[in-house]
Every structure is written in structure tokens, then in C-alpha cells.
């Protein structure tokens, strides 16, 4: 008789991610990247073709996965708020929006005939990063193709039951009218300005605006033709310190400064975990932007020294989504010997 082992999936407006998660020694293996089939990869289509297209993508990696597996349930790490039901109520990075409320947990369970879990993607990550020795609360920030944020306190992610709470990412941070777009359809929200996709676009409309500023960068040399330039050479550019590059994305983690400043005024939150390709891939040079904007804020009632503790990196790896679901379906005593 073979361990016991779930199917996990983590599905990001970039990527889509299988994983076999072991609940015996809390590991995932067998972890598999493809594109993730829809807005990003097809832009012109309306929101209920890439709606199908991104549901019949994950049934079928899911149902490949589950058989290599022999999984005994699945767990659906989503891009977008999810309610207590599994019903994915947006996804904007995923398929644009706005759309139908789509009965995911529902769907795939007619299609595979097994258990399924949909959770937020950050609300299963939050579960890799709670530590029982230490149940200070936290908020989890991902900086990514889009930007959201789970709040943990006292045992539990503080969401409603329709799966609202979280979003930082659709907080409106620039309300004028030409305001960058957001994937949602709507204009100036942080996500639109301080995540991947944002600062991409920060830096490209940058160079338009400063080309000669653009060809002493050293992303010139990488890219001639701003249109050309991608996150790849954003990325090393900001983490060599590029004065050009750091400007273009320095708007960015302002905004994201000033929502963390938000969320500690409010409610007292002062460990903020960042995870997500965009800011992981920065590594310490993004914690250290991030940081010395929330000393140049202030947080009321900090010190500066408090202020330095507030933000550190999550684990360098990709995986917090695949093992945050793991455990909840653990957690949920859907364990059996396959």
C-alpha cells in the first residue's frame, strides 16, 4: 500500500504548477510548470473563453497528475478571491474581468470524481508560514504577475465568507484618469503600479519619457528598443543598483510602502512576509527599498529600528501556494492510503 498523497495546483496569471504534496514528511515533489492559458496568453479573447480555456487546462493536468499521484484529493491554489464554497469570484491576472462567478470546486470535482479544495493562492500560502511556536500574527504579501495580501491572526486568515479581505492589490492608488490599467478593468490600483506587470510597465513608459536616461541604463544594453524590455533584465538591472531602473520601479514600492504603513495603523500587523517572482526575484535589494520607504513614511509609533524588522523574505522557492494547500487538505483529515 503506497503513502497517502494529494494533488496540488498552484494557478498564477503567469504560470500553472502541479505538485504531488506528501502530508507524512510535508514535501512536494513532482512539481510541473506550464503556462497558464489565458489573459496573458491570449488577450483579445472575452472573459467566459478564458474562463473555459483555463478550467479545461487545470482539469486536464490535474486528472494527468492525479494518476501519477494516486491522489486521494486535490487542493487549487487561485489567483483571485474564492468563497467557503470554492467559487472563484475573480481573477483578474488570470482572465481579466470582470466575469461570471465560476463554481471551480464544483467543476472540477464533477470532472475528476474526487475531493477538491479552492482556496486564494495567499490564503494557502499563509498556512506554509505559520509556525506553532510562534503565532505572533503576519501579513503575507505576494509581489507578482499581480499584488495581494493575507492577513493570519489568532489561528485564522481573516477573510469573510464570499472571500473578501486580502486584496490589496485592487486598492486604488492613483486616481487620476490616466492612471495605469489594472487586469480587473479598473485604473490606478496598486496591483497595477507595484507588481511585475506594473513595473514593467513603469519602466517602458520611463524610457519613452527619458530616452536618453534610458540609454546610459544598462538596460539599453539588453534592450535598445524599451518595447522590447522584460522583467528578466528589469530584474538584474535593480538588483546591480541601476539608477535608472530603481527610479522606474521606485513609484511602485512607495505605494506598497504606503499600504503596509495602512495595514499597521489599522490593525497593528508589523511582520510583513513578501513571496512572488517579482520581489524574490529582487531578493534583498527589494526588502531594502521596501524597507527604508517605510522609514521615510513612519509608521506611528515605531522606531526606526522597528520600522528595519517589519518586512522580510519569504523562502527564496516558488512552492508556498503547493505546500500551504497541502497542508490544509491534511488539515482537513482528507488523508487515505491510496
Known sequence: MSDPAFTVIDLGGTTLRTARYAPDDDTVTD???????????HPDLPVAALQARVLD????????????????????????PVTADGRALAAPTVWGGPGAHLPVRQLLEERLGLPVVV?????AAVWRYVDPADDRP??????????????????????????????LGHWTVDTSPQAPPCDCGGRGHLGAIAS????????????????????RSALAATAPDPELLD???????VRAEDPFATAAIHGGITALASAITALFTAIGIRRHLLIGGFALAIGPRYAELLTAELE??????LTGGEVREMVVLGAEDDDSGLIGAGRLLAARGLAAAS
Open 57 to 80: 487546462q487545470v482539469a486536464a493536468l490535474a486528472a494527468e497528475a492525479v494518476e501519477r499521484h494516486g491522489s486521494t484529493a486535490v487542493a487549487v491554489a487561485f489567483a483571485g
Open 296 to 301: 521615510r513614511l513612519g509608521c506611528f509609533g
Open 231 to 237: 522583467n528578466h533584465a528589469l530584474v538584474a538591472a
Open 138 to 167: 503576519f501579513c503575507l504579501i505576494t509581489v507578482s504577475s499581480g499584488i495581494g495580501n493575507k492577513v493570519y491572526r489568532a489561528g485564522e486568515v481573516l477573510l469573510d465568507t464570499e472571500g473578501h479581505g486580502g486584496e
Open 119 to 123: 482556496v486564494n493562492d495567499l490564503t
Open 31 to 41: 512539481v510541473r510548470r506550464v503556462p497558464t492559458d489565458g489573459i496573458a496568453a
Open 196 to 215: 511585475g506587470r506594473g513595473a514593467l510597465a513603469a519602466a517602458r513608459r520611463a524610457a519613452r519619457t527619458d530616452p536618453a536616461g534610458y540609454a
